[in-house]
């Protein structure tokens, strides 16, 4: 899944961006409310995480422009409110569900998954569209015409990006930050291994290699017939 994740608390970040990579999830962070209503216009997610306290625009208020944005994937709220009342105003704001602070990583892990699952948005977010390639991604499979592919996490990951930004040119520090975070032990050429994996697999099923390198910008996914 896709899912943005937002709290001020950058240490619990840390931990949860390394579990739901780990996880096989794509991940985007915002430390307060303005960055994330930012990130929530750009990205296409499948499940929003927001902590209720927020610096410039709370929780509550991030919530409901999402909602009034048209999103219709998951929306989960993490406080340390207990009250029923602010649980109520949690609902009543457009979330779906709602976790206690402290709680266990696994928890939330699970709670996402659920929320994925039984989400109403259109299969789209399962399922990406660009020309005649079509990524599953439950399935971490891409077909174009007659010819499927199977792919590992990270170079599912790349594509997913990639496919989700199709047209536009996505930075080469934004794609290694999403995809690696700040794991130390990482190196940049880890980007430059899985770019070429991914590039092979998808020329078994197209003259046309559809990822372009644009120089000085990023990279960018074209379809082509």
């Given amino acids: 899944m896709y899912l943005l994740l937002v709290d001020d608390d950058k240490r619990l970040t840390r931990l949860l961006d390394y579990i739901f990579r780990q996880a096989g999830h794509t991940v985007d962070v915002a430390h307060d409310g303005r960055m994330a ?5 750009q990205g296409n997610y499948d499940v929003q995480v927001l902590d209720w306290m927020l610096p410039f625009e709370d929780g509550i208020a991030l919530c409901e422009r999402a909602r009034k944005s048209g999103f219709e994937g998951g929306i989960l709220m993490l406080t340390a409110r ?14 779906d569900d709602y976790l206690l602070k402290p709680f266990e990583p696994e928890e939330l892990l699970a709670r996402l998954e659920a929320l994925g699952r039984r989400s109403h948005r259109p299969l789209h977010s399962r399922r990406l569209n ?3 390639w079509v990524l599953e991604c ?10 499927s592919v199977e792919l590992t996490q990270r170079e599912f990951q790349l594509l ?5 930004s199709a047209g536009r040119s996505v930075p080469r520090e934004l794609i290694f930050e999403r995809l690696w975070g700040r794991d130390q032990a990482v190196t940049d050429n880890a980007l430059d291994a ?3 994996l991914l590039r092979r697999k ?6 046309h290699q559809p990822i372009e390198t644009l120089r000085g910008l990023g990279y960018r996914f074209e379809a082509k017939d």
């Fill in 37 to 41: 209503a930012a990130l929530m216009k």
């Fill in 82 to 95: 207990d009250a029923l009342e602010d649980r109520l105003e949690g609902f009543a704001a457009g979330a």
């Fill in 130 to 132: 660009v020309g005649d």
């Fill in 138 to 147: 439950e399935e971490r499979r891409v077909t174009y015409k007659a010819c």
């Fill in 160 to 164: 997913e990006m990639l496919m989700r």
């Fill in 194 to 196: 899985t770019l070429r």
């Fill in 202 to 207: 998808l020329e078994r099923c197209a003259v």
